[in-house]
């Protein structure tokens, strides 16, 4: 096909970013941008050029094979949040771990990584970049009996699934190293305190785990929680010692009441 001049592809380009905004379509696939030169009349053979000249100027970023993002600007519209990204990258989707406790205001330190909670069998795709726009994921799969404990949030002005406060903080205590480490997420554990959901949390680590019912019961019992609220992690059956940290060495005194070994620093000489 003969290539078609600047100036024409240029106004085509910048009609279909025009089209997508104005019905809020900062992610589109290439049959959708079909469809919108269909109704503006515009010739779907200069359409593979349009794209081509978008993503070179930086109006949009390809984030899947036939999946475009609105990565500048438009008048009415903001660039795609990268949250909103990764509900388009895969389904379902859910931002979690060390993203959500960022989000929920538990911890301090902003990951470099997206977050996301996905289901085992999902096909996920592999990190990548492009002009003006960094796009690097951390996908973590769960069974899907496991995908669970999410509420839906605002990004900027874009609605995205996300953890909820309990699950996030159960992520953390069986993933440690998908939210910074273990030191913080016993502290983001202490910064939720009073606003936690003891029965939605309790409900949610017996629904997981029993190793993280155990680490749940070890930390609640040491923030002062009644104990007799604690008596349904304390059944939850477990045949041998799992350690506080997932990620840390297996030394340490041992919790006979919480089956854990304490393999905190400072205790681990125990």
Known sequence: MKAIEKPKRTLIGVELVRLLASEGNRIFTVAQARAFCARANLKEEYLWEA?????????????????????APVPGLNPAHEFEIAMALVSPAAISHWSALH???????GPRKIFVLTTAGTSVPRPSKAKGYEMNYQFIQVKRERFFGTETVWAADARVLMTDPERTLLDGLSRPQFCGDFAEVLHACEARSPRLDLDRII????????????????VLEAQGVDPSRLEPLLRAPIRSYRTLDPCGPRQGPRNRRWMIQENLPGRVAA
Do not use: C, F, M
């Not at 794209?51 to 990565?71: E, F, M, N």
């Not at 989000?103 to 330190?109: D, I, R, V």
């Open 103 to 109: 989000y929920h205001g538990l911890t301090e330190q």
């Open 51 to 71: 794209l081509y000249h978008l993503r070179r100027t930086g109006w949009i970023v390809s984030i899947r094979r036939g999946l475009y993002a609105i990565s």
């Open 203 to 218: 409900n949610y680590a017996l629904r997981l785990d029993a190793a993280t019912a155990k680490r749940l019961g070890w």
